[in-house]
T-cell receptor, first 114, second 118 residues
Framework: AQTVTQSQPEMSVQEAETVTLSCTYD???????LFWYKQPPSRQMILVIR??????QNATENRFSVNFQKAAKSFSLKISDSQLGDTAMYFC???????????FGQGTRLTINP | NAGVTQTPKFRILKIGQSMTLQCTQD?????MYWYRQDPGMGLKLIYY???????DKGEVPNGYNVSRSTTEDFPLRLELAAPSQTSVYFC?????????????????FGSGTQLSVL
């Protein structure tokens, strides 16, 4: 079974700083997808970024980028120029191609301080 | 465009009571899911459906039942509520053709139902 591990339960940085959230996963599959979801206090689940395992290039969405290390099974999220609105729980998630089911990590609570 | 709608938003149950969490989507998605999120934890899959009339168990199905009589609706039934079922429940949907998501496909979530069993 696939597992996703986020080893940082909580993180806190100052506004405008850069922060990196860690995620590792375990799978024997070769084709899969990885995701980062943001969950603000409103409870809404918001897709931040996704990465296809077959793509070597790291995904980027504005201030959000990932460092995808397939051999190490690592998928970290970097938030540049952090903003107060980035304060939320962040979940790493994994899906095997064809499985159509997301497996989530435990989450990292990120606080951006003014 | 409503997306994924869950009702109710909050509910308190007594041990042994039953209830149905409603979920409906208006995006003509074929896949629908129920997740639960325990405090400080990630989401765990309860049940999912790949289309009307088809359902399957996820990681934590015990104590729950689902049905998918239409494409739009995917209700989750709790028959004998227990304190261990206190959680936030999320319904989600997505669209896939064949065996995989399209390049830009994603999971759409409802706003969640906070359930407490006392």
């Amino acid at each position: 079974a696939q597992t996703v591990t986020q080893s940082q339960p909580e993180m806190s940085v100052q506004e405008a700083e850069t922060v990196t959230l860690s995620c590792t996963y375990d799978t024997s599959e070769n084709n899969y997808y990885l995701f980062w979801y943001k969950q603000p206090p409103s409870r809404q689940m918001i897709l931040v970024i996704r990465q296809e395992a077959y793509k070597q290039q790291n995904a980027t969405e504005n201030r959000f980028s990932v460092n995808f290390q397939k051999a190490a099974k690592s998928f970290s999220l970097k938030i540049s120029d952090s903003q107060l609105g980035d304060t939320a729980m962040y979940f790493c998630a994994f899906m095997t191609q064809g499985a159509q089911k997301l497996v989530f990590g435990q989450g990292t609570r990120l606080t951006i301080n003014p | 465009n409503a997306g994924v709608t869950q009702t109710p938003k909050f509910r308190i149950l007594k041990i042994g009571q039953s209830m149905t969490l409603q979920c409906t989507q208006d995006m003509n998605h074929n896949y629908m899911y129920w997740y639960r999120q325990d405090p400080g934890m990630g989401l765990k899959l309860i049940y999912y459906s790949v289309g009307a009339g088809i359902t399957d168990k996820g990681e934590v199905p015990n104590g729950y039942n689902v049905s998918r009589s239409t494409t739009e609706d995917f209700p989750l039934r709790l028959e004998l509520a227990a304190p261990s079922q206190t959680s936030v429940y999320f319904c989600a949907s997505s669209y896939a053709t064949g065996a995989t998501w399209a390049t830009n496909e994603k999971l759409f979530f409802g706003s969640g139902t906070q359930l407490s069993v006392l």
